[in-house]
Structure formats: C-alpha cells, structure tokens
C-alpha cells in the first residue's frame, strides 16, 4: 500500500509549537472554545472514563476546563501528549511528548480519547483516528475538534490574490480544511460506530489583518505545507493583501472578520450492545406519515412548491 502523501512537515510545525509555548495562551481562544464545549458534551454523558488521554494537549486547556465541570468526578486519570514537549514543560500531571501520528498506548487500553485542534496538522488522518479507535477500549469514547471548512478564507483570498498580482503567480500559504461530510466520512472509514460531526462557525474581528497573523503566529498554527513557497512574502505583497482584505472583509467599524470553522468529532468504539440501525422494511409507521405529506406514486408531478420551500 503506498504510503498518504506528506503534506504537512511535521519537523517545522514542531518547531513553531515550540516556538508559540511560551505565549500560547495569550492567544489560546479557540482551544479553550474547543474545550468548553468537549467538556459540556462529556457533562452529558453519565459515564465513567477511568483512563483519558488528551492528544494536542497544548497549554492543558481541556484539563483546565475538566477541572471546572461536574464531569470531573467522572474522569479518571487524564494523560496529556503533545508534538511539542515545550507546550507540556512546568506544569503538573501525566504528560508524554507524542506525535499523534505514531501512538504508542496499547489496544483497547483506554476509555477516552480527546484531541482538539490538533488533528488538522496529521498528513494521515484516517490513519491517526484508527489508531485511536484500536487504542479505545470497545465502546470508548473519541472527542475530537479540528478545523474545517472556511477556516481563514478571507486571509486565503487576500494572500492568493495580492501575490498572483504583484508576482505573477501565488504558492500555498494556508492549508486546506475537510468540510463536514469528509470529516464525517474520516470517522465512518476509521471504523468508529455511531460518528457525528457538528461545525461550530466563529468569526473573530481584528483592528488590522496583522493581528490575525500575529494570533496565528501564537497559537502555532502558521504555514507547515511541505510544498509552501520557500520565499517569505515581501512587503509589498504584504500590504497589497491586508489592504485587499480591509476592503473585502471590513465592518462599518473598521475591524476585519476572520472565520475559523470547528468541526466536533464525536466517535465510539464499536461493540455489540450499542445501538444499531434497524434492517430494511422493519419501520412501523411510513415516511409519508410522518412527515404529513402526501404520497404519490412514482412519476407523477408535484402541486406548487409551499413558501417555506428551498430552491437550489
């Protein structure tokens, strides 16, 4: 089988981590948004996870928000793991340096598994999320939180547009995101039961589209393409793409938008006593019905369309 191809370099993204641990929670906002919301949908689940691990720790958000909830009690031992040993360092806990691309627990040998905003950088991530599925025990539990969809569009478009202009031609400066139906599709061939995937769309306003990139600059999460343009934008192309932006994605205010799309992962490990679709021709009441529609035979024409309707 040949192998995914390597999209991400893996040894730089590393090395930004290491370079944004010191500062990461000045501009942690969105891990900690993650993990208020990990934490609310573990709240709901009146369960007992004995052994948790979280992948993509970073500055122990999802700890610190467990700490706080009433699902605490729930959590057993919680271990943290991340690319990146600086983000772990001077704080207390089991923590292990780890790619989440080469696993190391055992099969069926934990409970929970959660990774927020860290999955995105993997250049497997079927392969990533089976590991995880193997290392769950049968009906454990992943949480996962990547970025998606239109994820930094408006920084997209401004950098695409403003280099083609200025230099005949733009490199790949922002990676891409998996919408919902490929992230829903990544859980279903990881082999997980009972998948689901809820977006969580956040637009962040800035003063000037600088403070977006210095953000990105400190959550870690800048440019780790292996095929990235090897030149640093010039100046020139730089203040052709915040002016591009400030014209395009401005508020009456002056402040420019930033879109990031969270996509919630939620995935059990499969085993017998889950709840299963029912077999074909079992329902007990038809669509029809259910809908209070009225049925027609095949081929014949609908009445006017209702108000409520959507047209494509």
């Known amino acids: 089988m040949n192998a995914p191809p390597r999209l991400f370099d893996r040894d730089l993204h590393r090395r930004r981590l290491d370079r944004a641990a010191p500062g990461f929670g000045a501009a942690g906002f969105l891990k900690a948004r993650a993990a208020a919301d990990a934490v609310e949908r573990l709240e709901a689940i009146l369960r007992s996870f004995p052994l948790a691990v979280d992948l993509g720790a970073r500055d122990g958000a999802f700890a610190h928000a467990l700490a706080l909830s009433d699902a605490a009690p729930r959590i057993g031992a919680l271990i943290e793991t991340d690319l990146s040993a600086a983000m772990l360092a001077g704080r207390p806990g089991l923590r292990a340096q780890m790619d989440e691309e080469r696993l190391a627990f055992a099969d069926a040998s934990l409970d929970l598994v959660v990774s927020l905003l860290a999955l995105h950088w993997s250049n497997d991530t079927p392969g990533a999320l089976i590991q995880i599925r193997r290392a769950l025990k049968p009906d454990g539990l992943f949480l996962g939180a990547i970025l998606g969809g239109a994820t930094l569009t408006e920084l997209r478009q401004s950098l695409t547009e403003a280099e083609a202009e200025l230099s005949g031609g733009a490199g790949p400066r922002i990676s891409p995101f998996a919408d919902t139906f490929d992230a829903a599709g990544l859980l279903q061939r990881s082999g997980f039961a009972l998948p689901v995937v809820d977006l969580d769309r956040v637009t962040v306003r800035y003063a000037h589209p600088l403070k977006l990139i210095a953000d990105l600059r400190a959550m870690g999460e800048t440019n780790a393409l292996t095929d990235r343009a090897r030149r640093p934008l010039s100046r020139a192309v730089l203040a052709r793409a915040c002016a591009i932006y400030a014209e395009r994605f401005s508020d009456p205010d002056g402040r420019v938008r ?18 299963q679709p029912l077999k074909p021709g079992s329902a007990k009441m038809r669509l029809a019905d259910a809908l209070g529609a009225q049925e027609r035979p095949a081929g014949e024409k609908a009445g006017p369309r209702s108000k409520n309707s959507i047209t494509p």
């Open 258 to 275: 930033a879109t990031f799309d969270i996509l919630t992962l939620t995935g059990w490990a499969p085993h017998p006593d889950q709840q």
